[in-house]
């Protein structure tokens, strides 16, 4: 058993700052390792130590194994923390890691192929007899075998990034027409966003809900699960609003699923935090990937399980026992989270970009804020648009439901556009709150930008007077400057 | 900054805050932007629906499915832009030829750029007429 000193931080954005909390509350030090852009953050001001690893494009600074094993040993850091995202899921990092003397906060190289990859990782899911989705995983990456292969497996297929994660390269073929140009599409995204183009196919399922199992494996080598979560709700395969538990497992598929993914974690050795995938559709389960890191998501585990896991992760890492047996790991209640994304719901969420001007977030029982922007702060194009997540807790679902639902309406933020009115149309929807809602939610609710609603009398006179209000504090002198603090901005002018 | 005030015997509590010309309302659980100069109220924006092509974001553009000079169908693809690691896929509101491409492959791009120009093909026209 050791004990770190301090850590560096391979990642940015309010996961950054979830990671200097656990850090800070077991006395160790950090080191943000960010990019030329990400000195405007929550993170940046937060950390013990800050070095610029590279200029604002990820391929320089957040994805340049190099640069982050310079900088980390330059911050005189004993490990790395990888966040998810960027280099997390990384084999190479992890061994560059090793090579350099520094702990990777995660599992061992070796685990991260074996489950990381998608298509080795099913070949050992195969070999234990657990359900898959037909599809298609093999080395011949060229556009005509994969449409003839997607012609195999029928339509409609989905095209992911075998690299990828988090909904980035990932595209629905619905006919042998539009294959080839999202096939090349999701190529492309996969070369951009993970540094390899290599995808596979998958038999689509059109009203599967998505299941997902927390794995932790301690230094001991023992796995655990942390049961469930549920992330049906997405938007071109990116997550919005997860939840755990999910309200959709009979006791007897939960007791399946969780041994299933203890055992796929098992047989690899895994160690640390990690996330088993699953899509259910009519009472049957198939196993889809593995996650090995920590998950967006991981927030609501934590409030129903009553467990802090990055703080598990490091404590692994240094050798440190986590959740022994005395200790009681049984679910309570329900928690949600809600992504938040600076973009306009109005105009079928386009990214907004822009200076962030006031931030509050509503205080009161059963909520955690989880934000790496402030107000002052720039909201750039570089990075991906979550600005925000909102966590709540509630002794059951319908309760979390109209907590979430009032925690949105409360919660102020200027400058750019948010999903909240979106996030509000979903919580209201009789789908989510039965509960009965699939993956298929969004494309079939919400394909459409929201409708603007007009504006009440109420409004038209607050606005008025907020127009009047704003003006003379304009002229006032000298106040603006202090209400609009915006440092960076001349920074950025600079680009 | 908060307000307060009183509208038809109702007490209300705003927030707001003016940021690079643009004021920014809170109320009710609704957040309200408004374009001073122009003194109209709304929420985002309108949609163009003519035969220009641009950029709805900030963002990188990655590939040009179509040349000057070729014909599109409404609704067909155009561009395909990236911005904050996803792709978008522009398409043409209207039928008609590529009459001008004002963007290259690779170029960085600012939100509102005009990207593609295309002319409403005679055929099209006559038909949406």
Known sequence: VR?????????????????????????????????????????????TKKICIGPAPTAQSYLNIAANIDGARAGGAEAIHPGFGFLSENADFA?????????????????????????????????????????????????????????????????????????????????????RELIESAQREGQSAFGSPKVFLEKYLEKAKHIEFQ?????????????????????????????ALSPSLTPDLRRKMGEVATSLATHANYRGAGTVEFLLQDDSFYFLEVNTRLQVEHPVTELVMGVDLVKAQILTAQGDPVFPETQLLAPRG????????????????????????????????????????????????????M?????????????????MKKVLQETVIFGVH?????????????????????????????????????????????????????????????????????????????? | MRLKGEFQGQEWQAEAQLIKGQLWVHINGRTLTV???????????????????VAPMPGKVTKLLKQKGDSVAAG???????????????????????????????????LGKMLVKISASAETAGIKA
């Open chain 1, 95 to 179: 061994e560059a890691c090793e090579r350099a003397g520094l702990v990777f906060i995660g599992p061992s190289p070796r685990a991260t192929r074996t489950l990381g990859d998608k298509v080795s990782c099913k070949a050992l899911a195969k070999k234990l007899g657990v359900p898959l989705v037909p599809g298609y995983e093999g080395d011949d990456q060229s556009v005509e075998t994969l449409i003839s292969e997607a012609e195999k497996i029928g339509f409609p297929v989905i095209v992911k990034a075998a690299a990828g994660g988090g909904g980035r390269g990932m595209k629905v073929l619905r006919s042998k027409e539009e294959a």
């Open chain 2, 35 to 53: 374009e001073p100069e122009k003194k109209s109220t709304r929420r985002g924006g309108a949609k163009n629906k003519s035969g220009d092509i």
């Open chain 1, 418 to 495: 948010t999903n909240i009115p979106y996030l509000l149309e979903i919580l209201s929807h009789p789908e989510f709150v039965q509960g009965t809602m699939t993956t298929r939610f969004i494309d079939t609710y919400f394909s459409q930008p929201l409708q603007e609603p007009t504006l009440s009398e109420l409004e038209k006179a607050v606005v008025a007077t907020a127009q009047r209000s704003v003006r003379s504090v304009e002229t006032g002198g000298g106040s603006a400057a202090t209400e609009f603090p915006s440092p960076w901005l001349t920074y950025w002018r600079g680009i």
């Open chain 1, 3 to 47: 004990k770190f000193k301090r850590i560096a931080i391979a990642n940015r954005g309010e996961v950054a700052v979830r990671i200097i909390h656990a850090c800070e509350e077991l006395g160790i030090e950090t080191v943000l390792l960010h990019s030329e852009a990400d000195v405007g953050t929550r993170a940046y001001r937060m950390a």
């Open chain 1, 387 to 403: 600005i925000a997540k909102v966590i709540v807790w509630d002794e059951n679902r319908r309760r979390a439901i109209e907590k």
């Open chain 2, 76 to 110: 067909e693809a155009v561009l395909v832009m990236e911005a904050m690691k996803m792709e978008y896929t522009l398409k043409a509101d209207i039928g008609g030829r590529v009459e001008e491409l004002q963007c290259s492959v690779g170029e960085q791009v600012s």
């Open chain 1, 334 to 385: 329900h928690s949600i989270e809600c992504r938040l994304y600076a973009e306009n719901s109005f105009l079928g969420g386009v990214p907004s970009t822009g200076l962030l001007g006031e931030v509050k977030f509503p205080e009161g029982p059963g909520r955690r804020y989880e934000y790496g922007f402030e107000a002052g702060d720039e909201i750039s194009s570089y990075y991906d648009p």
């Open chain 1, 215 to 243: 794995i932790f494996g301690d230094c001991t080598g023992r796995v655990i699960h942390l049961f469930d979560r549920e992330c049906s709700v997405q938007r071109r395969h990116q997550k919005i609003i997860e939840e």
